[in-house]
Structures are given as structure tokens and as C-alpha cells.
């Protein structure tokens, strides 16, 4: 996950780390190295310096993790904040994901690449 903070390689560590989800289920090494991958894609997202086709790149790598994730982890609970909190990752990922579009970004939730 270190590539995804280089500049020169950040958008073919996306790419690569989404089709690898898009395949097949990521493994991870423990939950906390799970949602950090969460945080760094959505600070990806969230920043002004990136540009949308990388902030695109990084919506569509946080779906393709929740495809192959499966509802039997029931003992971990994701939370956000204080009130909000999810059993389920796929929740957890779609509301970090919705909190963090902004009104001049509002397309990017919507574009679907391939």
C-alpha cells in the first residue's frame, strides 16, 4: 500500500488493486490494515490535488472491494463516528463513500468506468 502515496505511481496502484478486487476477494492482513485502505482511498477522493480520473479510479477500487465481501463478520463493527456504526463492511464503505462527495463532485459518485 506504500505505492498508493507516490505520486508517479498512485493511479496504477488503484487500478491494479481494484482489478485485483474486481476478481476475486482481497486478503488482508488484519481489519486495521482493511480499513486503511478505506481511509486512503477516500482521502484520494476527498482531496483538490488529485485529479478526477484518479479520484474515479479510487471510487470504483472501494465497490470493487465490497463485491466479494461476505456478511458473516459479525463480530467486528465498523464505525464512523460516534453515532454511526455498521456490522457490515459493504455499508460502512457505501456511507464513508457518500460522506465524502462534495457538491462540485457529485459526478464522480455517478461515472462508471470499465
Known sequence: M????DVNLSQAAIISLGETARNGQLVFSSQETKLN????????????????????KAAATLGFICI???ENETEFVYKIDETKSF???NKFVMQKLLNSSQAKQMELHVNYYF
Open 68 to 70: 466479494h465481501e461476505t
Open 2 to 5: 506504500y505505492h498508493l502515496d
Open 87 to 89: 456490522q457490515s463492511f
Open 37 to 56: 485502505l478505506v481511509d486512503i482511498l477516500i482521502k484520494k477522493i476527498q482531496t483538490s490535488k488529485e485529479t478526477n480520473k484518479l479520484k474515479e
